[in-house]
Nanobody
């Protein structure tokens, strides 16, 4: 399985971005899917998760602002980032877990200017 993340970029505080992560080599529908982020000098942290059944969880710092979704037909997971803050600046990584797999995408940079 391979994951390809895209959609990062530069945005002003208060703006929005949508990250995408497309899978190849397997169907995403059988996995729990995650978005992590890593800011400079900080540890990688879990931002959002969506289970195979569609249940979602979010880090407290992004609740109400970010939304994770999946389109199994397109084999893609999304992360909608709204009301962005400077502290959201990080490299964002998609990840899938399940069936003995733990696969990471290559990361996409999100930079929020205040």
């Amino acid at each position: 399985v391979q994951l390809q993340a895209s959609g990062g970029g530069w945005v002003q505080a208060g703006g929005s971005l949508r990250l995408s992560c497309a899978a190849s080599g397997s169907h995403l529908s059988i996995y729990d899917l995650h978005w992590y982020r890593q800011a400079p000098g900080k540890q990688r942290e879990l931002v959002a998760r969506i289970t195979r059944g569609g249940s979602t969880n979010y880090a407290d710092s992004v609740k109400g602002r970010f939304n994770i979704s999946r389109d199994n037909a397109k084999n893609t997971v999304y992360l909608q980032l709204n009301s962005l803050k400077a502290e959201d600046t990080a490299v964002y990584y998609c990840n899938l877990k399940g069936w003995g797999n733990d696969v990471w995408g290559q990361g996409t940079q999100v930079t929020v200017s205040s």
